[in-house]
Every structure is written in structure tokens, then in C-alpha cells.
């Protein structure tokens, strides 16, 4: 597993939030035209979701004839004209099902190499939860 500390999961969104979070406020500010609204700094998924999703990518695969190899996670934003009016300009992340590049090699010269290539005709996951509130940096305790 590729694992990190919370120390070091802390230091990674406390740079986020030092070299990217005023700017994204910005944007969020012109696009929206409201100073006090903030730009989301992390995005939730339930476990039973994240399963859900993978056993979804799973079965799609398979009915496809397609060996899924992994998710790629994309940042995104909204539109300032969402309609879910608690998203509009707000970042988010996204997943979506990749397949070993053709002729790629793993570890022990098979082919299937991490990474890959996107699967675009298996439905992505989106539409995480912000955090409580959008702006609360790691780690969050209610």
C-alpha cells in the first residue's frame, strides 16, 4: 500500500492551501461575484460509495471486455451556472476507470503497467461531499 502519515497528509494540504487556495478564492470570487464564498478544499465519498463505484467499474469491465487497472482521480470545477446552486465555481475531484496503455509492461514484464489509459466509455464518479465547511483544512473532527 502507498500509504502516508497524518503528519504528512497535513503538510500536503497545508501546502495546497499556501500555494493554490487564495487564487482558486479569486476565482470562485469573479465567478461568482460573492467575496465571502470560498473555493472547496477536499471532496468526501462515503466508503459504501466508493465501493459501490468500484464494483460498478468492475462489472462495466467485464461487459465490455475491457481490464480495468485502476481509477485516475481528475480535479474539476463546476460551472458558475450549476444547478446544484452549493457547487457553482467550486472545485471538485472526479474518478475514472483506467486500462493498461497497449504494450505496456507491469513490474514483472505482463502487460498491464500502472496507469494506462482512461476508460471513457465507463461513467466516471463524481459529486463527493465538501468538507464541513468548504474551507476546513485536514484533518476535520466534528
Not at 63 to 68: G, L
Amino acid at each position: 500500500m502507498k500509504l502516508i502519515t497524518p503528519q504528512e497528509a497535513k503538510e500536503l494540504n497545508q501546502n495546497f492551501i499556501k500555494t493554490r487556495s487564495k487564487e482558486l478564492d479569486k476565482i470562485v470570487e469573479r465567478e461568482t461575484g460573492n467575496p465571502t464564498k470560498k473555493d472547496a478544499i477536499s471532496s468526501w465519498f462515503s466508503l459504501e460509495e466508493l465501493k459501490e463505484y468500484i464494483a460498478y467499474v468492475e462489472a462495466q469491465g467485464k461487459a465490455k471486455n475491457i481490464t480495468v487497472n485502476g481509477l485516475r482521480v481528475y480535479f474539476g470545477a463546476y460551472a458558475k451556472n450549476d444547478k446544484k446552486e452549493d457547487k457553482k465555481a467550486l472545485s471538485t475531484v472526479f474518478f475514472v476507470p483506467t486500462q493498461a496503455a497497449v504494450g505496456s509492461l507491469n513490474k514483472e514484464g505482463v502487460e498491464g503497467g500502472e496507469g494506462g489509459s482512461d476508460v471513457d466509455s465507463i461513467d466516471g464518479m463524481n459529486y463527493g461531499t465538501s468538507g464541513n465547511p468548504p474551507q476546513a483544512p485536514y484533518p476535520q473532527i466534528q
